[in-house]
């Protein structure tokens, strides 16, 4: 089945520098990939998702890349601020929205220093 | 309230007993999923109901790890003979069925087997 490894565990940055988080993906038939954000005591929520026919998606301070050849995609943050403090799950899916079965990476602990 | 419910949101339990937890979804959405969080673990898969269809138990840990949903709404996840490696967080999303991919999160149910 498909495995998602995520690197790395656990970011710091100063608020205002970039955050780069990376995910890899086993299984090549793999098309969907979401990223969710989770505070603290509360459910994930989903911040930004790329289809495997795209390379690159924006939505204001955060972007996702993938490159299907290498299997690997990654979420950027720019402009970092506190409020972005959080763990990030990246994720993949082989149905691309159909079922929606996921499977998580195991989450990037994300701290913002003011 | 429009999201996912959960409860209970903390459960506390011995080695041995069952306990059940409950799932209450988005009102419409014809998809609902059970994950669990544990420690450092990320999000694992644990079963999938999308409307009258068969579910998806492929996640499913054990034989001691079991659940059903009723009418197409409410879910209940079972776990028989709780164990230590049981203690988690269990969490419920739901989803419409559509492309968008997009899966609702509550706000979890953590098990603690002492």
């Known amino acids: 089945g498909e495995n998602v490894e995520q690197h790395p565990s656990t970011l710091s940055v100063q608020e205002g520098d970039s955050a780069v988080i990376k995910c890899t993906y086993s299984?090549?038939?793999?098309?969907?990939f979401p990223w969710y954000k989770q505070e603290l005591g509360k459910g994930p929520q989903l911040i930004i998702d790329i289809r495997s026919n795209v390379g690159e998606k924006k939505d204001q301070r955060i972007a996702v890349t993938l490159n299907k050849t290498a299997k690997h995609f990654s979420l950027h943050i720019t402009e970092t601020q506190p409020e972005d403090s959080a763990v990030y799950f990246c994720?993949?899916?082989?149905?691309?929205?159909?079922?929606?079965?996921?499977?998580f990476g195991t989450g990037t602990l994300l701290a913002v220093q003011p | 309230g429009a999201g996912v419910s959960q409860s209970p949101s903390n459960k506390v339990t011995e080695k041995g007993k069952d306990v059940e937890l409950r799932c209450d979804p988005i009102s419409g959405h014809t998809a609902l999923y059970w994950y669990r969080q544990s420690l450092g673990q990320g999000l694992e898969f644990l079963i999938y109901f999308q409307g009258n269809s068969a579910p998806d138990k492929s996640g499913l840990p054990s034989d001691r790890f079991s659940a059903e949903r009723t009418g197409g709404s409410v879910s209940t996840l079972t776990i028989q003979r709780t164990q230590q490696e049981d203690s988690a967080v269990y969490l419920c999303?739901?989803?419409?069925?559509?492309?968008?991919?997009?899966?609702?999160f509550g706000e979890g149910s953590r098990l603690t087997v002492l």
């Open positions: 994720a993949a899916s082989k149905d691309g929205g159909a079922t929606n079965k996921l499977i």
């Open positions: 999303a739901s989803s419409i069925r559509t492309h968008t991919g997009e899966l609702f």
């Open positions: 299984d090549s038939a793999s098309n969907y």
